[in-house]
């Protein structure tokens, strides 16, 4: 099976390796790719004192860039979304997290019944504020370091056509709401997956499905659990 893969670059070439081993054929598309700020981290860290929360494993790229300046903070409680997330943070020496099945409500649930408080929460542009949002109904106090943002590419039709010179994907994997966005924005390629009825669209969460054309709803799986693992079994 041919898996479109709209994920930025760095995650992409591991879910490509993913799709080959279950035997299907990865095509990549990277729609959006992060601009660090590894010093608006660096600042937030060493102002605060409390817990860290993340919801993308692209904060933990960006604080894993100060290398030995991080190690002071490595022991601090590490609250992340998902399974993926807190492996990366366990991978550059974070020792005490704690992770969410769910997506950010769900770890804001967490975070209250663990007694957190005084959060500090390395964030991206642009972000869902499920998050935020749960903290200030539980009455968590936190701060927000905006440490990354995710930038648009835009491929030129070109690059599009040699992706697909081979035939159609017959799946498209869209991990987040800003890249299916992204995605049915591009010149002519909205029109023409409506004619392609046998297209797949798996999405990560109901989130994420919203951004579907009404057209192309009925091609739209959802995965049970807002993971990859989850969504690549939908294959």
Not at 12 to 30: F, I, K
Not at 35 to 48: K, V
Not at 134 to 142: K, S, T, V
Not at 154 to 169: K, T, V
């Amino acid at each position: 099976m041919r898996v479109l893969v709209t994920r930025p670059a760095h995650s992409a070439t591991r879910t490509a390796q993913r799709l080959r081993d279950m035997g299907h054929e990865p095509l990549l598309m990277p729609l959006r790719r992060p601009l660090h700020d590894s010093a608006e981290a660096a600042r937030a860290l060493a102002a605060t004192s409390g817990p860290i929360a993340v919801t993308s494993a692209e904060a933990i790229r960006v604080v894993a860039a100060l290398c030995d300046e991080l190690r002071p903070y490595l022991g601090r409680p590490l609250f992340a979304v998902g399974e993926a997330t807190a492996k990366e943070a366990e991978s550059i020496g974070f020792r005490s997290i704690s992770s969410s099945l769910g997506n950010g409500g769900d770890l804001a649930d967490l975070v209250a019944a663990q007694g957190a408080d005084g959060l500090l929460y390395l964030a991206g542009l642009p972000r869902a504020e499920t998050f935020e949002a749960r903290l200030r109904e539980l009455g968590i106090r936190f701060s927000v370091a905006e440490c990354y943002r995710m930038q648009p590419v835009a491929p030129a039709p070109a690059e599009i056509e040699a992706l697909f010179s081979d035939g159609w994907p017959d799946t498209i994997l869209l991990y987040s709401r800003q890249t299916a966005d992204d995605f049915f924005h591009l010149p002519d390629l909205r029109a023409t997956l409506s004619e392609r009825g046998e297209i797949r669209i798996l999405c990560l969460s109901e989130a994420v499905a919203q951004a579907v054309p009404a057209a192309l709803k009925k091609n739209v799986t959802i995965s049970p659990m807002p993971d990859e693992k989850s969504l690549l079994s939908l294959l």
